[in-house]
């Protein structure tokens, strides 16, 4: 079966709703998650809801393509208790590094005591369709899910909104403790601005003579080495920019993890041509 997320978070979420629906509107539901099917998809303050087009039945006398709404919505946690919980995640630096790079950590449920963060069981969702079927979850419930869980593994602070917070109350409230901070800076980093080249090699520069310096300083430097080497940030993030896409970014198409893939591409770049030397 083809999987329908690609991260543990995604795959917890769609667990979690295979666990109460029954599986022939899953596998009906399975095919209500693409884009031909899903008209409109929106991210509200409390859920997601979608326009998702149905199915023409003569038998029943639907003769025209029905549009059913369709809501998906979590149950909310307080903002008492989320207090608590945001505590508990300053405090952890491995789960504020995982948040950093755009991850869940598999031990984030361990900061939730009374409401967890994922769903587990049905009255965790709340759902609506407006279709005639009797059941809930219908299949277009379960195909919105499907769908959902694709989000989640491109957003996973969508997991937090659904529960009743928003990120940039989770900023906040994160900025308030040292580890928090980091986190809350790390967040509003935006994308880096691709500029277009005019040429894909280094434009050669003419030096005057007295711009090339003389053979000691060339061999020996005009300042002398520190001595001492600077220790550097408790709180640097190497390769940050690449990590912070995850494994399965958006523009990433292919099955295996883009990050493995970067690392093998920084290892073959640096021992080219190593040989050589």
């Not at 998702?52 to 549009?67: H, Q, S």
């Not at 967890?116 to 009797?134: F, G, Q, V």
């Not at 099955?255 to 021992?271: A, C, D």
Request: glycine content about 4%.
């Amino acid at each position: 079966m083809v999987k329908q997320s690609r991260s543990w978070w995604g795959q917890k979420f769609i667990t979690a709703l295979e666990s109460f629906t029954d599986d022939s509107r899953l596998k009906r539901g399975r095919a209500y998650a693409s884009d031909s099917r899903i008209l409109v998809f929106a991210i509200t303050e409390s859920g997601v809801a979608a326009t998702i087009r149905g199915n023409k039945n003569p038998y029943f006398g639907v003769y025209k393509e029905p549009k059913y709404l369709t809501e998906i919505m979590l149950t909310p946690i307080s903002a008492e208790e989320w207090t608590e919980i945001i505590a508990r995640l300053s405090s952890k630096a491995s789960v504020v590094a995982k948040l950093l790079l755009n991850e869940v950590p598999e031990n984030i449920e361990d900061c939730f005591k009374r409401t967890k963060l994922l769903p587990t069981k049905r009255k965790d969702l709340i759902t609506e369709c407006s279709c005639p079927d009797y059941s809930n979850p219908c299949k277009h419930v379960a195909g919105l899910c499907y769908r959902l869980a694709q989000e989640l593994d491109q957003d996973p602070f969508l997991l937090f909104q659904l529960r009743g917070l928003s990120k940039e109350a989770l900023q906040r409230e994160l900025a308030k403790s040292p580890l928090g901070r980091i986190l809350s800076d790390g967040l509003d980093e935006s994308e880096l601005e691709l500029k277009k080249s005019s040429s894909l090699h280094t434009e050669p520069k003419t030096l005057s003579r007295n711009t090339i310096p003389e053979l000691r300083e060339f061999w020996l430097g005009s300042k002398r080495l520190p001595s001492s080497m600077p220790m550097p940030s408790s709180t640097s993030v190497s390769a940050i920019i690449v990590k912070k896409q995850g494994d399965y970014p958006a523009f990433w198409h292919k099955e295996n993890s883009f990050i493995e893939t970067m690392e093998e591409l920084y290892q073959r770049v640096k021992i080219k041509n190593s040989n050589l030397l």
